[in-house]
């Protein structure tokens, strides 16, 4: 349809359709046996069964033969024919599941990131999906909120880089094609900075900490043409984000020119009532309207309030108008109107649904997302002969695809599986059994560390532990980083045993895993992977990949240093070089983490040398410096490196952090081969927000290229 088409339609509708249209309920509100865990008040929603027929969305309904059906019985009850969209939460693939967000961080590869969003998309759209509710471009700090597991990590420029790429790889050049689907990046603002890492709890942090860090990556994603905009739960400056003018009409809308949908989080609206700053449903709808949410996530009180406020003439009829036509310029602009079923295929879906080249793709993205965090004595890659024993919860376990995974089947998903896919000589198993979810009360596996005996035969024992996925993701805050007691136990026996330890740790956060070093001879960080999370830990495991993950977020060495983050500020009493009484640390702790951001160990070893930086001014890209650096793989073992340029302002009108991850880039070097990799460093990489605007300021900066934030060459340059 034509844009004027577009507002015709519009001027044609009731106000009750256009409500409709500002609503999405779950699936079974359209008589469907869908049924999705509802969090939300359905009760209170007082809908009417016409009401239905005005919806505009729905959410989490999924099978191309399914979504025809209920797209043609809506279009029919629907007054003017406007098609239903069908959104959904696509985190890390539909059927093909691919490593969760965190992991697919520390592969510091954004192609790899645009190739798996873009399987998703495929996924998707033969099933009838148009849009996903991803990327979460919520920046993380603390591991103890469950939903870091969605987000690439800490870092706001790698965060940025891979929900650019994300939707880049959702949305392609036009949402309407066939194969992709619109995204919808979340949760609009700052969800990431939940207090004390519980879930939906308050964000209270100064403004320029908010532009620096936690907008960087949402901006991406606009910038990225992403469609849509979802709030997030928590307050901002004490204002609910649903409701929370200055984030949603000043700083998405004018300062970034958004043009896109904004989408409140589930029943968002609703919980402003709770919030305590609207009295009731009437009032969180007017809040709402005023500050730009467009559609209604699972709570109906634009449906049953917005024609109360605009006869009252508290709400502008405008605010309506303008919402319903952004929708449906969404809806034009996924081609609903021409083909209302878009993608949606059920013999295409079968053929591409787990297909042959997404498996491949899932396990290379699994094998790329894993990081080695330790390898003592050259332990790994397992040697051919070993006589390999198999323990832990997670050794034989089905529950290695994170969260948000909707696939039927994950048997080729285990540990066990991909050992034996590779022909791994397991001469014995013991304290296999599953990890049950503290979300049903299950806090521990059983002790059966005396069947542990039944590995004295073995030369290595690969052990996997970890969290069950369903303890990662939403709602899932925890205050206690530890693998559980007995899975601490069995490591602990196994090492007093002789044994060598591998560890594979399947978790959806950093795990306090300090107190289990010492009994670990090596350990693979393998998050939860995905599909092909077992094939291709393997891959790793017997040396078929040689790991090159980095770490997209610090491992504290205990809980009580969290939020603990590479990219800090200085204080007055920093502890370099100090004596230990009355600086800024512990008594008790370093103040480093255990593994630092940008952390990770690999079969091949890296050298760097040369480091140099040159003034070199363009005014047409703006670049001020130009860097480079010798890197040279001084192993046997081709590998791939990830090189990490950070910049320190060293004098600036505010504190600034201690470095700052500005650039990376990924090089394969064959063994013995030496590369010189060089970056440009531009006035906007030098730049940061005052507290006014994002300024420039000549004076001392340190340029740190190397391995990790915390291996790193330095050279100084006065601009
Ligand atoms: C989550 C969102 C998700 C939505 C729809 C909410 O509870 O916070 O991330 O997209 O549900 O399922």
Request: hydrophobic content about 40%.
């Amino acid at each position: 349809m034509t844009d004027k088409q577009i507002r015709e339609l519009l001027a044609s509708m009731s106000l009750e359709e256009k409500l409709g249209e500002m609503t999405q309920m779950a699936p079974n509100f359209f008589g469907t046996e869908d049924s999705v865990d509802l969090t939300g008040p359905m009760k209170q929603m007082n809908l009417r069964s016409e009401d239905v027929a005005y919806l505009g969305s729905t959410l989490n309904a999924f099978g191309a033969e399914k979504l025809i059906q209920m797209q043609k019985e809506h279009m029919a009850r629907q007054p003017h024919h406007i098609p239903l969209m069908f959104m959904a939460d696509v985190i890390h693939g539909l059927k093909t599941i691919y490593p969760i967000p965190l992991a697919m961080g520390c592969s510091f590869d954004t192609g790899l990131m645009e190739e798996a969003a873009a399987m998703a998309a495929r996924e998707s759209a033969v099933t009838g999906v148009h849009l996903t509710f991803s990327p979460m471009a919520d920046l993380v700090r603390d591991p103890r909120w469950g939903r870091v597991m969605e987000s690439p990590g800490e870092d706001p420029v790698l965060n940025a880089r891979m929900t650019e790429a994300a939707v880049r790889g959702y949305q392609g050049d036009d949402i309407a094609a066939p194969d992709r689907i619109a995204s919808c990046f979340k949760h609009f603002g700052g969800y990431g900075a939940s207090e004390a890492g519980r879930d939906y709890n308050t964000v209270d942090i100064s403004d320029g900490t908010l532009r620096e860090f936690y907008l960087t990556a949402y901006k991406a994603a606009v910038d990225a043409g992403a469609a849509m905009a979802m709030t997030s739960f928590n307050t901002i400056d004490r204002i609910p984000a649903s409701g929370n003018k200055k984030m949603f009409r000043k700083i998405l809308r004018e300062e970034w020119g958004f043009d896109g949908v904004a989408i409140t989080d589930f029943s968002a609206i609703h919980e402003m009532i709770a919030h305590g700053i609207a009295a009731d449903g009437k009032e969180a709808a007017r809040y709402a309207l005023e500050a730009g949410a467009d559609i209604e996530m699972m709570s109906a009180h634009y449906l049953n309030y917005a024609r109360e406020l605009i006869e009252e003439g508290k709400v502008d009829i405008g605010l309506i108008d303008e919402a319903v036509l952004r929708i449906l310029q969404l809806k034009n602009k996924l081609g609903l109107f021409e083909n209302p079923f878009k993608g949606a295929d059920p013999d295409k879906e079968k053929e591409v649904h787990l297909c042959k080249e997404h498996l491949e793709l899932a396990r290379r993205a699994a094998a790329r997302s894993i990081v080695l965090l330790k390898n003592e004595g050259g332990l790994l890659p397992l040697a051919k002969d070993a006589k390999v024993g198999l323990a832990g919860p997670f050794a034989d376990s089905v529950d290695v695809l994170g969260g948000w995974a909707f696939a039927d089947s994950a048997e080729r998903a285990t540990l066990l599986n991909g050992l034996k896919e590779h022909g791994v000589n397991i001469t014995a198993t013991a304290m296999t059994q599953r990890m049950g979810a503290m979300q049903r009360g299950i806090m521990d596996v059983e002790d059966q560390t005396a069947e542990l005996t039944a590995l004295a035969d073995c030369d290595v024992v690969i052990a996997g532990v970890g969290e069950h996925p369903e303890d990662t993701g939403e709602s899932a805050s925890k205050t206690v980083l530890r693998l559980s007691h007995n899975q601490e136990k069995m490591l602990e026996r196994l090492h007093d045993m002789g044994k060598k330890v591998i560890a594979v740790i399947f978790s959806g956060r950093p795990m306090e895993i300090r107190p289990v070093l010492p009994f670990c001879d090596a350990v693979v960080q393998a998050w939860f992977l995905g599909i092909e999370a077992g094939p291709a830990i393997a891959d790793v495991l017997c040396g078929d990949v040689n790991p090159s993950g980095r770490l997209s977020m610090s491992f504290p060495q205990t809980v009580g240093q969290v939020p603990v983050y590479y990219n800090h500020m200085n204080t007055g009493r920093p502890l370099a070089g100090k004596p230990h009484r009355f600086v800024s640390c512990y008594l008790d702790c370093p103040n480093e983490p255990l593994f630092p951001f940008g952390y990770g160990l690999s079969y091949s070893e890296y050298r760097y040398s040369g480091l140099s930086v040159e003034k070199a001014v363009d005014a047409e890209d703006g670049t001020m410096l130009k860097v480079s650096v010798d890197v040279e793989n001084v192993s046997d073992v081709a590998g791939r490196e990830t090189i990490q340029l950070y910049i320190h302002d060293v004098v600036a009108s505010v504190v600034r952090p201690v470095k700052e991850l500005k650039d990376f880039v990924q090089v394969d070097l064959g063994a013995h081969e030496k590369k010189t990799v060089s970056f440009k460093v531009t006035r906007e990489m030098l730049s940061y927000w005052n507290n006014q605007a994002r300024v420039f300021e000549p004076g001392d900066f340190e340029i740190m290229v190397g391995h990790s934030s915390e291996e790193l060459l330095t050279a100084r340059v006065t601009l």
